[in-house]
Structures are given as C-alpha cells and as structure tokens.
C-alpha cells in the first residue's frame, strides 16, 4: 500500500504564490511518476503536472510558465510551486503516485482558495 498526505494549501490572493508538498510512503517501486491534479467545483479532475523518477516532467498548458513540480526521491516527496496564482486556480489539489506494477494512488486532497 502507498500513502500520500499533503499539505501547504490555504488562500491567496491573485498574484500571490503558495508550495504544495506531499510525502509519500509505503511500498515504492521504480520507476514511477508523482503528479498532481486538481478539482474545481463542478468540474472534473485535472492533471496539473507530473514528474517521473528520472525528471522528466510534464504540464497541463494553462499552468505553464507559472508552476514548478519537483521531487526530492531521498525524502520521497514531490511539490509543486506556485507562482502567478489566478481565480481559475482555485481548486482542490491531489497528490498522485503510479508506477508499472500497482495501481494509482490518491492523497486526501488540498484546498488552494485565489481570491482577493
């Protein structure tokens, strides 16, 4: 089993800038990806960004140039700055962790609120 908590969500108003973290734990398997995706209500779950064990990382378009993942693998955890924050932004974010053998696992979610 994998587990994933995250934290560092809260509210911020437009422009301002907040870093997500989540740990991971449990049975780990390389290689894998840690990503993470966001909900807004109303609306469906959607990739933000992820990164694979190698680095190698990957954007949704509405989000580039304004947020960086990243990993830290000694500590197992991946995060995610970001800068530029808009309204739209507005969401609960997931933590994702996928590797080849086992199956998707989810973190309890994040509220990150953009408002003035």
């Known amino acids: 089993q994998v587990q994933l908590v995250e934290s560092g969500g809260g509210l911020v108003q437009p422009g301002g800038s907040l870093r997500l973290s989540c740990v991971v734990s449990g049975r780990i398997f390389s290689p894998n990806a840690m990503g993470w995706y966001r909900q807004a209500p109303g609306k469906e779950r959607e990739l933000v960004a992820t990164?694979?064990?190698?680095?190698?990382?990957n954007y949704a378009d509405s989000v580039k140039g304004r947020f960086t993942i990243s990993r830290d693998n000694a500590k197992i955890t991946v995060y995610l700055q970001m800068n530029s924050l808009k309204p739209e932004d507005t969401a609960v974010y997931y933590c994702?962790?996928?590797?080849?053998?086992?199956?998707?696992?989810w973190g309890q979610g994040t509220q990150v609120t953009v408002s003035s």
């Open positions: 990164i694979a064990s190698g680095g190698i990382t």
């Open positions: 994702n962790y996928r590797s080849r053998i086992q199956n998707q696992s």
